[in-house]
């Protein structure tokens, strides 16, 4: 059996719920014709690049996917159906990513505030603090630089 990766984005105004259950709906679908999903990941609700039917957020869902290729045909037939699904995407692959995926990585470490904590102290890294706080320069002579007074 072939492997694929299956993204789907679900409408804004659907429950997480909701969008658990049409997984399940489509995980049914290629498990009656032989094949397996050995993951599912729920990505949340992310901003689209484009309006995609007058949508601007969607339910991002990936399924990782061990099946016959007809099995992924008929899932996809029932996707185009469904009015709930704006678009999904089908790969294939030669192996399955074990762990979790990049855009949960991501998230994690968004969470943690890696990136964020240097903006958290109040400014970023070439700020030196408030000016007249800092020591005036003086030039060899013991003289205040010009412009500096």
Do not use: C
Not at 54 to 65: D, F, P, T, W
Not at 120 to 141: I, K, N, S, T
């Amino acid at each position: 059996m072939a492997l694929y990766e299956h993204v789907l984005l679900a409408r804004q105004d659907v429950s997480a719920q909701q969008v658990e259950a049409l997984v399940e709906q489509y995980k049914g679908i290629i498990e009656a014709n032989g094949g397996s999903v050995p993951k599912i990941e729920y990505w949340g609700v992310k901003s689209l690049g484009y309006r995609i039917k007058k949508n601007r957020k969607a339910h991002y869902s990936l399924l990782n996917i061990d099946a016959p290729s007809a099995a992924v045909l008929e899932m996809e037939r029932q996707m185009r159906i469904n009015e709930d699904v704006l678009r999904f995407l089908t790969i294939r692959v030669e192996e399955l990513e074990e762990g979790q995926s990049a855009m949960l990585q991501k998230r994690d470490r968004d969470d943690r505030g890696e990136r964020g904590d240097r903006f958290e102290r109040g400014g970023d890294r070439f700020d030196r603090g408030p000016r007249r706080d800092r020591p005036r320069r003086e030039d060899e002579a013991g003289e205040a630089v010009a412009g500096e007074a």
